[in-house]
């Protein structure tokens, strides 16, 4: 959804967006699970019908020729709306991503490679799907665990320089991986996206570090944190705890799921 820091792309779509939560509201789906799912698939299913039909299974309800059409009505009303606003968008898109696909191609294997040996080889996927889109906060990005899958903001340059976007994009890919069991069988599903996000973040700046793009230290943890996850709200004291939590993990190399499960425990403690 639009964010009012760019007011363009939220002026365009705002009447179909409201048109959409209400039909979600209205077919009783829980809305945050309902764009966990239909923002990935929407990227790799053929029609808005089918979208539709595949999100409804996904968000618990058995679809029906009534309610899958009701609701690919509103998504293909969004869409209408940014094509009429932004009709050349898809080629402004690779067109704006052509410095990261450049950066990536320079230094992107070298960082995921740095990751894996500071985790485990198993944690890097061997193929990931990586969609670039429209910039609205001029530098975001999600992981689509479920989905293998990686959604990044198209951007001309790096919109922080002290975080190249290239180690954003690795940092995301490094995240798909950790729903194998091996990984996540300690951690609660509905907490899993955030625990492997932060579970990674210290990898990455580590393995950036080592390619003199970044260091792994409390303002770039603090920054990472702000500028790559805005909606995760912790106290003053969590970044030392992160960085302590890697330093424990850095130096007994216990499983990374044994790891991830300590982290999980103090993000509970955390906001209890």
């Not at 690919?72 to 209408?80: D, F, N, P, Q, V």
């Not at 990586?130 to 293998?148: D, E, F, K, W």
């Not at 969590?238 to 499960?261: C, D, H, M």
Request: aromatic share 6%; charged share 20%.
């Amino acid at each position: 959804m639009a964010d009012a820091a760019e007011p363009r792309m939220a002026a365009a779509i705002a009447e179909a967006t409201a048109a959409l939560v209400i039909e979600v509201t209205a077919l009783g789906l829980p809305e945050e699970r309902f764009w966990e799912h239909v923002i990935p698939l929407s990227a790799q299913m053929g029609g808005n019908r089918h979208l539709a039909d595949v999100t409804l299974r996904k968000c618990g309800r058995n679809s029906d020729d009534t309610a899958a059409s009701h609701l690919a009505t509103r998504i293909g009303e969004l869409e209408s709306a940014v094509r009429q606003e932004f009709p050349t968008l898809a080629e402004d898109m690779t067109s704006q991503g052509l410095g990261l696909r450049d950066q990536w191609d320079r230094i992107g294997t070298d960082l995921l490679r740095t990751i894996a040996h500071l985790i485990e080889d198993e944690l890097l996927p061997g193929s990931a799907e990586i969609v670039l889109v429209y910039p609205v906060q001029r530098g975001g990005g999600s992981a689509h665990v479920l989905y293998n899958s990686v959604r990044m903001e198209a951007t001309e340059d790096d919109p922080v320089p002290k975080l190249p976007e290239a180690v954003r994009l690795a940092w995301l890919i490094s995240q798909l991986n950790l729903e194998l069991p091996m990984f996540s069988e300690t951690v609660n599903a509905h907490r899993l996206p955030t625990v492997a996000a932060l579970a990674t973040l210290p990898a990455a700046l580590q393995a950036a570090e080592a390619a003199d793009l970044a260091a792994c230290d409390q303002s770039h943890v603090k920054l990472a944190l702000k500028t790559w996850m805005p909606q995760f709200q912790c106290n003053e004291g969590f970044t030392e705890q992160l960085l302590k939590w890697w330093e424990v993990y850095s130096g007994n190399r216990p499983r990374f799921g044994v790891a991830i499960g300590a982290l999980d425990q103090i993000l509970q403690n955390e906001s209890a």
